[in-house]
């Protein structure tokens, strides 16, 4: 069975400080992971993906997440936030062999203070 | 490509009325899912479809909810009779594979309120 953990439910940030938001997963086979992200009132939208590649994924908009096996975490950074990226942030953890749906975190909401 | 196209954007029905969701999913895409996302529960899965097939419908939460997919560009969810308790937003969600390292791709969500 699948499970993810976003570790902060909540994340607050000053403008053009760096972000991290924390992911660990949990997969019984090689695992797909997603990030997704969810503005106010909006559906949600990929930010990146990994399966299987590079370990280190860039995603749109200066976000990137670094796949770590030896710890199952998949983590969120940006260098610098901006006033745009106060958003709903969703980890998301596939079976990439199986045929089992996206399984979605409860969400960490990022805050980016002026 | 247009997306995922969901219909209507609101909703806003009376308790014991029925109401129906609306979901047209990217072209090519063979899987469906429907989510609905409230405060305290967070995204649910409700259901999901594999080439127009129902594969599992655990999420559903009561008989009052029914979903179909007569073809692979439509797909509806129903619920009737209405609760204030359904009051959610509903998302549809379509991939060209379930799971397997595809992502979904969402629409924009429906917002229901029951009064």
């Known amino acids: 069975a699948q499970s993810v953990t976003q570790l902060d439910s909540h994340v607050s940030v000053s403008e053009g400080t760096p972000v991290l938001l924390r992911c660990n997963y949990s997969?019984?086979?090689?695992?797909?992971l997603f990030w997704y992200v969810q503005h106010p009132n909006k559906g949600l939208q990929l930010l990146l993906k990994?399966?299987?590649?590079?370990?280190l994924v860039k995603g749109i908009n200066g976000f990137e997440a670094e796949f770590k096996k030896s710890e199952t975490s998949f983590h969120l950074t940006k260098p610098s936030a901006h006033m745009s990226d106060a958003a709903e942030y969703f980890c998301v953890v596939s079976d990439r062999g199986g045929n089992t749906p996206l399984v979605f975190g409860k969400g960490t909401r990022l805050s980016v203070i002026a | 490509d247009a997306g995922v196209i969901q219909s209507p954007r609101h909703e806003v029905t009376e308790m014991g009325q029925e109401v129906t969701l609306r979901c047209k999913p990217i072209s090519g895409h063979n899987s469906l899912f429907w989510y609905r996302q409230t405060m305290m529960r967070g995204l649910e899965l409700l259901i999901y479809?594999?080439?127009?097939?129902?594969?599992?419908d655990s999420g559903m939460p009561e008989d009052r909810f029914s979903a179909k997919m007569p073809n692979a560009s439509f797909s509806t969810l129903k619920i009737q009779p209405s609760e204030p308790r359904d009051s959610a937003v509903y998302f549809c969600a379509s991939s060209e594979m379930q799971g397997a390292g595809y992502g979904y791709t969402f629409g924009s969500g429906t917002r229901l309120t029951v009064v």
């Open positions: 997969s019984s086979y090689s695992p797909s």
């Open positions: 990994y399966t299987s590649a590079a370990t």
């Open positions: 479809f594999n080439n127009n097939v129902p594969i599992d």
